[in-house]
T-cell receptor, first 113, second 114 residues
Framework: DQQVKQNSPSLSVQEGRISILNCDYT??????FLWYKKYPAEGPTFLIS?????DKNEDGRFTVFLNKSAKHLSLHIVPSQPGDSAVYFC????????????FGAGTRLAVHP | NAGVTQTPKFQVLKTGQSMTLQCAQD?????MYWYRQDPGMGLRLIYY???????DKGEVPNGYNVSRLNKREFSLRLESAAPSQTSVYFC?????????????FGDGTRLSIL
């Protein structure tokens, strides 16, 4: 049972344009959602998070939107840069317990000059 | 700033062999985690240690054991390696085991079981 789904394995965007990465979840008990970015041969690095009581969180070029009724979140990158080319994972977690992250399968973003 | 250090980076084993993956963090974090990543899938939690002296199973613990040696180090052991354990293994740490505390990951160990 995949609790977190990233249905687009890949996305290609031109430099300067907006990148929108999508994530759907089934577990309504998630309290937080996090986005991680991963370059080849490196570990994931934390990018941005959002609490389930919020509908938007912004950090520089990165904004995450949460639609609880649709069980959907998205990561917007504006403007996109070639250095943003990486695999992006979304993950859901719970405020209680032990910080268990449930990851999606990831979306590979390619930003072309 | 080393962060989370994993050794080795690559390893090839034969079926039935055993080995230990090492992980150390220098951020004074309380919680540590082991994940595996397989093609087309997200990272899945194998074991975690909420604090020094405690360990618990995650989603996919079968075939693995762990040891929280001290606050800095958390090792993962494969007692009898199987081809299904071919994967990339990531160690992570966080200050405490709360949902809004981001985990910091090492660069992974790529393990192949023949």
């Amino acid at each position: 049972d995949q609790q977190v789904k990233q249905n687009s394995p890949s996305l290609s965007v031109q430099e300067g344009r907006i990148s929108i990465l999508n994530c759907d979840y089934t577990n309504s008990m998630f309290d937080y959602f996090l986005w991680y970015k991963k370059y080849p041969a490196e570990g994931p690095t934390f990018l941005i998070s959002i609490s389930s009581i919020k509908d938007k969180n912004e950090d520089g070029r990165f904004t995450v939107f949460l639609n609880k009724s649709a069980k959907h979140l998205s990561l917007h990158i504006v403007p996109s840069q070639p250095g943003d080319s990486a695999v992006y994972f979304c993950a859901g977690t719970f405020s209680g317990g032990y910080n268990k992250l449930i990851f999606g399968a990831g979306t590979r973003l390619a930003v072309h000059p | 700033n080393a962060g989370v250090t994993q050794t080795p980076k690559f390893q090839v084993l034969k079926t039935g062999q055993s080995m230990t993956l090492q992980c150390a963090q220098d951020m004074n974090h309380n919680s540590m985690y082991w994940y595996r990543q397989d093609p087309g899938m997200g990272l899945r939690l194998i074991y975690y240690s909420a604090s020094e002296g405690t360990t618990d199973k995650g989603e996919v613990p079968n075939g693995y054991n762990v040891s929280r040696l001290n606050k800095r180090e958390f090792s993962l052991r494969l007692e009898s390696a199987a081809p299904s354990q071919t994967s990339v293994y990531f160690c992570a740490s966080s200050e405490i085991g709360r949902g809004n505390q981001p985990q910091h990951f090492g660069d992974g160990t790529r393990l192949s079981i023949l």
